[in-house]
Antibody, heavy 125, light 106 residues
Framework: QVQLQESGPGLVQPSQTLSLTCTVS??????????WSWIRQPPGKGLEYVAY??????????YYNPSLKGRLSISADTSKNQFSLNLSSVTAADTAVYFC??????????????WGQGTLVTVSS | DIQMTQSPSSLSASVGDRVTITCRTS??????LNWYQQKPGKAPKLLIY???SLQSGVPSRFSGSGSGTDFTLTISSLQPEDFASYYC????????FGGGTKVDIK
């Protein structure tokens, strides 16, 4: 059974960088079979796909939400079985629950089948 | 970018009702469409993938249909545990979620 757990500061100051880590158990992020993802949800609002990373042919590939591109960075640490998100120059609009998740290739629609519990990050001084 | 329009944004229904939620995309996405259910304070749960395939463990009262630009999630007989928010999501080009539909008790 795959489990994902987010960790990171719950409060970030405006203009600073938001950094979150997702620790995966029950599966290996280096297996190359899955897209390891970040999805966020502002309080009371809908879901937004932020980024994902996957491993193929000894290389990590990434996807970034175009509306956030330029501020985003996603990376992986296979030795710790973790992947991380950095979002720079944050504003109050980046306040959200951030979920880490796994998207699976068992369908061409790459559904997200496992989710972390989510962590609330508030941007405020 | 592919835009997604989900409707209605909210609806009130009774236990036993048949409920239909629609999702329309700004361009054809074949069947690259998933549906999720989310309850307050919880992570979303996958219900339907590839527009019409039922995720393992999901009750058969949930069904999905559609292809191209128009998709539907149907709950054939609403149960108390189905009061939640529902989201569609496309993976044809990038990744986008619909705005969500909140289903509450009439």
């Amino acid at each position: 059974q795959v489990q994902l757990q987010e960790s990171g500061p719950g409060l970030v100051q405006p203009s600073q960088t938001l950094s979150l880590t997702c620790t995966v158990s029950g599966g290996f992020i280096s297996s190359g079979d899955y897209y390891w993802s970040w999805i966020r949800q502002p309080p009371g609002k809908g879901l937004e796909y932020v980024a994902y990373i996957f491993y193929s042919g000894n290389t990590y590939y990434t996807y970034y939400n175009p509306s956030l591109k330029g501020r985003l960075s996603i990376s992986a640490d296979t030795s710790k079985n973790q992947f991380s998100l950095n979002l720079s120059s944050v504003t109050a609009a980046d306040t959200a629950v951030y979920f880490c998740a796994r998207a699976t290739p068992y369908s061409t629609s790459w559904p997200v089948d496992y989710w972390g519990q989510g962590t609330l990050v508030t941007v405020s001084s | 970018d592919i835009q997604m329009t989900q409707s209605p944004s909210s609806l009130s229904a009774s236990v036993g009702d048949r409920v239909t939620i629609t999702c329309r995309t700004s361009q054809s996405i074949s069947n690259y469409l998933n549906w999720y259910q989310q309850k307050p304070g919880k992570a979303p749960k996958l219900l339907i993938y590839a527009a019409s395939s039922l995720q393992s463990g999901v009750p058969s009262r949930f069904s999905g249909s559609g292809s191209g630009t128009d998709f539907t999630l149907t709950i054939s007989s609403l149960q108390p545990e189905d009061f939640a928010s529902y989201y569609c999501q496309q993976s044809y080009s990038g990744r986008t979620f619909g705005g969500g539909t909140k289903v509450d008790i009439k």
